[in-house]
């Protein structure tokens, strides 16, 4: 077995498993005391000798210009019950006909509720081109106020990506380096059985960390390119229900309000005439008393 393949083998893993994160800086020293002392320049040069030459300027990933902010707007609307629905169905047409290299519906809903579905809600979610969103937004509110409506919220938040992408892109770098250096260590060295295949593991796990890191930097970029927007739809409680309302509910109430004044007139009797009954009973007592006294004094 050649020992310095197998020392090459073993520095590729300790930066592997060192570049992954945290969770695994433990591993890296117990990892590099299987390599000799005298061994570390020896397995340096072999490391050295697969590696791909550095890019310009020092081999660091170059940082994008400028400051990358991902912008969320939120923006909420309240007008009459009717135009809700047609509102949010405007608005969502409008974003599905500008395309979706331009504009992306991620959601919409209109609900109605309440006793008489006298309320309507709804909200529309996506994500736009900015210079597009900007028009998009003004619409809105114009839209609003041509439905009689009007726009009670309307603000704006931001977050500075430009640190994440700029940090994930070096990262992300070095994962590539890393992994081309342990593709060259396989097609160039022979070991044993064992040390090939701890390589082909550690090969799996840097290309893994770097399908996850590709996709959360093209996550991040996406939220630059393109910015969220959620608006909320609210129907006005004047115009959501009718003035014959109150009318209308007192008719349909009628036949229970009726039937609930004649339930409290039988339970009154019901709990009563017993009491009713006593009372008949003893002013007949009295009445036969006093008739019984009358007809006594008379004789006398």
Not at 6 to 19: E, F, G, P, Q, Y
Not at 184 to 208: I, M, Y
Request: with cysteine; net charge negative; proline share 4%.
């Amino acid at each position: 077995m050649n020992s310095a393949w197998k020392r090459a083998i073993c520095l590729v893993l300790v930066a592997a498993l060192s570049a992954g994160g945290c969770s695994q800086d433990a591993a890296a020293p117990a990892a590099s005391k299987s390599v000799s002392r005298g061994g570390y320049a020896e397995a340096d040069m072999a490391v050295a000798e697969s590696a791909p030459a550095p890019p310009p300027g020092g081999g660091e990933a170059p940082a994008q210009a400028g400051v990358m902010l991902a912008y969320s707007y939120s923006m909420g609307i309240e007008a009459p019950k009717a135009a809700i629905a047609p509102m949010v169905a405007a608005h969502e047409k409008k974003c599905i006909e500008a395309g979706a290299s331009v504009c992306q519906v991620l959601g919409s809903s209109v609900q109605t509720y309440g006793e008489d579905q006298e309320v309507v809600s709804g909200y529309l979610n996506l994500r736009a081109e900015p210079k597009w969103l900007a028009t998009f937004r003004a619409e809105i509110a114009s839209d609003a106020s041509n439905a009689g409506g009007v726009l009670t919220a309307n603000t704006v938040s931001t977050e500075d990506l430009t640190q994440y992408i700029v940090d994930t892109e070096a990262r992300l770098a070095a994962k590539r380096a890393l992994r081309e250096r342990i593709r060259q260590l396989l097609e160039t060295r022979e070991g044993s059985l064992n040390d090939v295949l701890a390589a082909e593991r550690a090969l799996a796990e840097v290309q893994g960390e770097i399908d996850s890191m590709t996709a959360q930097l093209e996550a991040a970029k996406a939220r630059v390119a393109m910015s969220a927007l959620q608006v909320s739809y609210q129907s006005d409680p004047e115009t959501a229900t009718s003035m014959f309302k109150p009318l209308a509910d007192a008719f349909s109430d009628f036949g229970r309000n009726s039937m609930t004044a004649l339930a409290g007139v039988v339970t009154l009797v019901s709990t009563t005439w017993p009491f009713f009954i006593l009372g008949l009973v003893v002013l007949w007592i009295v009445f036969a008393w006093l008739r019984g006294l009358r007809r006594r004094k008379a004789k006398a």
